[in-house]
Structure formats: structure tokens, C-alpha cells
């Protein structure tokens, strides 16, 4: 009920506030999504809820694998099918997390013991060096974007000063 309410607050107070004002608010919820998926991060956390319930629900460790694979099956259709991150290498590196971690959970269902071991340490460890590298990336994205930034701030004060010493003197 609170994740529904959570839903129709964003909706509502994306329509009644001014989106600068809304960003400002709310960016912390919402400044990933594109705009009309805000109620991604409540599919989120509906799906972190329904995995504890399956947790605590199952009785046994190939019950709750399986179910739990079958919601994070569900969670892998919706973002691959709505995309709703608003830069792609969000939106990869959801689905690569969502797959790695279904692997994770296939895994603990199968009977053969090195096989499971092997995929699942397998799922984990791709699922890092993805984590990592998207990191990495976003860290060389910002910076080339704060090169760029710095150098069109140079350029436009360097020009301002050419202005200025080209200014007639005034009396």
C-alpha cells in the first residue's frame, strides 16, 4: 500500500509543480528515469519486497531459488521490454544485474554440485566486473564532460576579456 501511495505521490506532484521545482524535490527518485517511468523505482521496490516475501515464505532452498527467479524473470522482461532508465548504459547494466542475479538464484536449484558452484561464482563475478566497469565509465563520462565544461568556461572568459581590452577608455 505505502509503494502504491509512493506511485500516485510522484504522479501527482509531477503534474501540480513546476518540473524545475519537482527535479529539485524528488531528483533523488526519479533524476535516472525518463520521464512517464517514475514509478520504475516503485516497480523496484516491489520487487525487493516480493523476493523477502518469497524468502520467508518458501520452505525450502529450491523453492525459494525458483520463485525467486521467476519474479526477477519478471523484473528482466519489464526493463528490457519499457527501458526505463534514461541513459542505455543504466538501462544494460539493470538488465546484466537482473540476468547475473537470476543465474545466481537457476543455479542454486540444480542438483549437480560444481555445476551450480561454477554458475553462480560465475553470475557473481560477471556481475562485479559490470558493476565496476559501468562505474568506471560513468567516472570517465563525467570527467569529459567536466573537460568540456571547463574549457567552453575558458573560451567564453577569454573572449570577455578580449572584449574588454579592446573597450574604448572612458573619460
Known amino acids: 500500500r505505502r509503494v502504491h501511495g509512493v ?16 527535479t529539485l524535490r524528488f531528483g533523488f527518485l526519479v533524476a535516472r528515469f525518463r520521464e512517464g517511468f517514475y514509478a520504475a523505482e516503485v516497480a523496484v521496490m516491489a520487487l525487493k519486497g516480493a523476493l523477502v516475501v518469497i524468502v520467508t515464505a518458501f520452505a525450502s532452498d529450491e523453492s525459494k ?11 528482466l522482461g519489464a526493463i528490457v521490454h519499457a527501458k526505463p532508465f534514461r541513459r542505455p548504459l543504466h538501462n544494460g547494466l539493470a ?3 537482473l540476468a547475473t542475479i537470476g543465474i545466481v538464484l537457476v543455479a542454486g536449484t540444480l ?5 551450480r558452484q561454477v554458475l553462480a561464482s560465475g553470475a ?12 568506471g565509465f560513468d567516472l570517465w563520462q563525467l570527467s569529459q564532460t567536466e573537460l568540456r565544461t571547463d574549457s567552453e568556461w575558458r573560451a567564453a572568459r577569454d573572449i570577455g576579456d578580449d572584449v574588454d581590452s579592446h573597450a574604448a577608455p572612458s573619460a
Open 95 to 97: 538488465v546484466l544485474s
Open 111 to 115: 542438483e549437480a554440485l560444481i555445476l
Open 65 to 75: 531459488a525458483g520463485a525467486g527467479a521467476i519474479a526477477v524473470a519478471a523484473a
Open 124 to 135: 557473481i563475478v560477471v556481475l562485479v566486473l559490470g558493476i565496476v566497469g559501468a562505474n
Open 7 to 22: 506511485a500516485v505521490l510522484l504522479r501527482s506532484m509531477r503534474a501540480s509543480l513546476d518540473p524545475l521545482v519537482f
